[in-house]
T-cell receptor, first 117, second 109 residues
């Protein structure tokens, strides 16, 4: 079955540590996204990638880094520079980049919950 | 700046009731998305619409472009419909969706 796999589902980190969240898709989608979800807030865009070897900052990129070396993979690293990393992280993909034309649906992974101890 | 507002924030219903969740946005759009998030956290896309109405099973989504407003209706609600419902639109941005804060729906048996 096609879909997006995120791992780990739960992750605990000590302050000062970097952690990497995995996101793999077998949908052959060009575009991939990382969102952060906090209680009482809408999803916020961290980074997005429209094509392999290219990615762009979203609204809250500070303290995060990504890579897109393969079409199917878009890992997110939460660095020690991220001041408040405890959150639920969602990876998503779409068949092509851009929502301006309208006809583009997001497929989401199950999410990774990061807690800083 | 594109803003997306949902109402109500929380909604409790009895099984079988007709449910309406509202979404208003400030910037004209090409399409509006309705999403469902279950307690485990995973999100699925329910609808994407740019005009009129769409129906899937007991779910109906409508949009009024002139009024910048969309509604999600659930007919004959069931406890398994309990979830957070989220609307989102691109608000003119080519690469980014702006998401509402979500409506938590609880359907009691």
């Amino acid at each position: 079955d096609g879909g997006i796999t995120q791992s780990p589902k739960y992750l605990f980190r000590k302050e000062g540590q970097n952690v990497t969240l995995s996101c793999e898709q077998n949908l052959n989608h060009d575009a991939m996204y990382w969102y952060r979800q906090d209680p009482g807030q809408g999803l916020r865009l961290i980074y997005y990638s429209q094509i392999v070897n290219d990615f762009q900052k979203g609204d809250i990129a500070e303290g995060y880094s990504v890579s897109r070396e393969k079409k199917e993979s878009f890992p997110l690293t939460v660095t020690s520079a991220q001041k408040n990393p405890t959150a639920f992280y969602l990876c998503a993909s779409s068949i092509r980049p851009g929502f301006g034309s309208g006809a583009n649906v997001l497929t989401f992974g199950a999410g990774s919950r990061l807690t800083v101890l | 700046k594109n803003e997306v507002e949902q109402s109500p924030q929380n909604l409790t219903a009895q099984e079988g009731e007709f449910i309406t969740i509202n979404c208003s946005y400030s910037v004209g759009i090409s399409a509006l998305h309705w999403l469902q998030q279950h307690p485990g956290g995973g999100i699925v896309s329910l609808f994407m619409l740019s005009s009129g109405k769409k129906k899937h099973g007991r779910l109906i989504a409508t949009i009024n472009i002139q009024e910048k407003h969309s509604s999600l209706h659930i007919t004959a609600s069931h406890p398994r419909d309990s979830a957070v419902y989220i609307c989102a639109n691109s608000g003119g941005s080519n690469y980014k969706l702006t998401f509402g804060k979500g409506t938590l729906l609880t359907v009691n048996p």
